[in-house]
């Protein structure tokens, strides 16, 4: 097997990772909001440093634009306002369409039967969830929102077709970017509301990111 490209800084940028994820998720439950802010932006490109680091010959060339992608969607939306919130949104949505691109690279759509039952699942989910949220959105987000989580379950669908990590993955961003819809429907919040879109925001992408990493090094990847 080919070496990664260098083990010991990817050991290095995984704990960063795993340090300022935890950070992140602490400064939502105290309410710190200035590390809220600090801490976001950064952990998306500690992730793709570590997927650069870790590579190997078969690494997908997409995985790091994704991760990165991602990093934009985080940035805007911090900004607020509805323009940063769909340019952010579109951003997420580059990243969804490199995801989808990678897994059918990867084999997605080999199984057709087994594609077509999981596809199948999602759709189904995905249109009860817009007939529920519909009628609280605004006009001018109602069609954003339906393009989005419908690309957005694409990547589950595919993911699941790869690994089952990134399977995982898949439906927990599919499940973050939920939560997140609800408060533009004007939803009543769950407890923990913010905590829990953030935790399954960053296991979604690092489940997705090892998933990938194991299905084209044929071995797991380190954890955190």
């Known amino acids: 097997m080919t070496p990664a490209r260098d083990p010991r800084t990817a050991r290095v940028l995984l704990t960063a990772f795993a340090a300022v994820s935890a950070v992140h998720l602490l400064a939502i439950a105290v309410h710190l909001t200035p590390v809220q802010y600090a801490t976001k932006p950064l952990l998306m490109p500690l992730l793709a440093a570590w997927v650069w680091a870790l590579a190997r010959p078969g690494t997908p060339r997409l995985l790091v634009p994704a991760l990165l992608f991602g990093a934009g969607g985080d940035i805007l939306l911090e900004v607020g306002g509805t323009v940063a919130f769909l340019a952010g949104m579109g951003s997420f949505a580059a ?82 970017d939920t939560l997140i819809a609800t ?24 489940l997705l990111t090892t998933g990938t990493l194991a299905r084209t090094a044929q071995e797991e990847p380190p954890r955190v």
């Open 95 to 176: 990243g969804h369409v490199c995801y989808v691109t990678m897994f059918g690279k990867l084999g997605a759509f080999a199984d057709r039967r087994r594609l077509l039952l999981t596809a199948a699942g999602y759709a189904a989910a995905w249109a009860v969830l817009i007939v529920l949220l519909w009628p609280g959105l605004d006009a001018g987000m109602r069609v954003p929102v339906a393009v989005y989580s419908l690309l957005l379950a694409s990547t589950a669908v595919t993911a699941a077709q790869v690994h089952w990590r990134a399977g995982l993955g898949g439906a927990l961003f599919l499940l973050s």
């Open 183 to 206: 408060d533009l429907a004007g939803w009543k919040h769950l407890p923990a509301h913010g905590f829990l879109i953030m935790l399954t925001y960053l296991v979604g992408q690092y």
